[in-house]
């Protein structure tokens, strides 16, 4: 929802009039639209960065289960097709970024809860399977880097998990960590700032989770911190109102961004999250249309949200979020 000032509609309108200036909002951020993602419309994709470079690709278009990888140059605001995933069409899977190489594992492919794991160099534009996923085929995961060490966790493979693997690619092995206190789920969310990966949102039990975590990539422990639901007494979560799942998520600037996904149905809310208060403040909503299954990433301290899908319909529009800039409609 996006909100006029309480000035006339008059002077309002008599303002549009005279420029192409910014539509006001109660709400702080902006969306801009970017290039199209250049592979067809999908949700539930996997993705990861490396040198500023986002990498997008599998995912389910409506009616098939795909392989392709592309990689988004922000400089060039272009999407370039990349070698094709050479596993099985998936989606659900996880993707995460180690010592500059890519890797992508898990996933479902129409028939089977996967637990297969592949290495991308972007140097050589080549896959290398590498160890299978050290726990249960599963989709539906959350992961995460810390350390040049990657982690898989949570996720479904006929029950819902909060198991946590770490993945070492220099001994090419997984060994199983400190699981999630509580917060069994599929379809959560995951973001990294500083050496701490945070996971909240997912369903479990036919409910929303509204448990959040953060997990040390020191220690490899986890901390339980505020709820994402009106939970309290207090006034500071009064306004939560944003447990879901299939949301997208990202970080940058030393803060978390939750965007879109599914909660009492398709949404453009987006929240985001300072790890000094242990705070979420509402911002500006997502501009495209309502969607789950989206993907979020963040090159150079900018953040991006790109495909999803409204009930059979999948997209490929992608849009940059600023934070701290006035809303406007026009960009």
């Not at 973001?191 to 945070?198: L, M, P, Q």
């Not at 339980?224 to 009064?238: E, F, G, T």
């Not at 300072?274 to 911002?283: E, F, I, M, R, S």
């Amino acid at each position: 929802m996006r909100y006029l000032k309480g000035y006339s509609l008059l002077l309002v309108a008599s303002l549009m009039a005279c420029s192409k200036s910014s539509t006001t909002t109660d709400k702080i951020g902006n969306w801009i639209k970017r290039s199209e993602f250049e592979g067809v419309g999908r949700s539930a994709a996997a993705s990861f960065v490396i040198d500023n470079k986002a990498y997008v690709g599998t995912g389910y278009d409506g009616e098939n289960r795909l392989q392709d990888f592309w990689v988004y140059d922000v400089d060039l605001n272009q999407w370039t097709q990349k070698a094709a995933l050479p596993g099985a069409g998936r989606s659900g899977a996880v993707g995460m970024a180690m010592a500059g190489k890519g890797y992508v594992g898990t996933g479902y492919d129409g028939l089977n809860k996967l637990n297969d794991f592949y290495q991308y160099d972007p140097a050589s534009n080549t896959w290398a399977r590498k160890a299978d996923f050290g726990g249960t085929a599963r989709y539906g995961a959350v992961s995460f880097a810390l350390n040049d060490k990657g982690y898989i966790a949570t996720g479904y493979d006929g029950n819902w998990l909060k198991d946590n693997w770490r993945y070492d690619p220099a001994s090419n092995a997984w060994t199983q960590v400190q699981s999630l206190t509580s917060g069994k789920r599929q379809d959560g969310n995951a973001f990294v700032i500083g050496n701490k990966a945070y996971v909240c949102m997912g369903t479990a039990n036919g409910t929303y989770v509204s448990d959040f975590y953060a997990f040390d990539g020191t220690t490899e422990t986890w901390t339980a911190l505020r709820s994402i639901d009106n939970v309290s007494d207090q006034s500071y979560d009064d306004s939560y109102n944003f447990k879901g799942s299939g949301a997208a998520s990202f970080a940058m600037r030393g803060l978390g961004y939750i965007a879109t996904g599914t909660k009492t149905g398709l949404s453009t809310a987006v929240w985001e999250y300072n790890p000094g208060t242990d705070l979420w403040v509402q911002k500006t909503d997502f501009e495209g249309a309502a969607r789950n299954g989206a993907v979020g990433f963040a090159v150079k301290d900018r953040g991006f949200v790109v495909l999803g899908t409204s009930s059979s319909q999948p997209f490929d529009n992608m849009f940059e979020f600023d934070p701290t800039a006035a809303y406007n409609q026009y960009d």
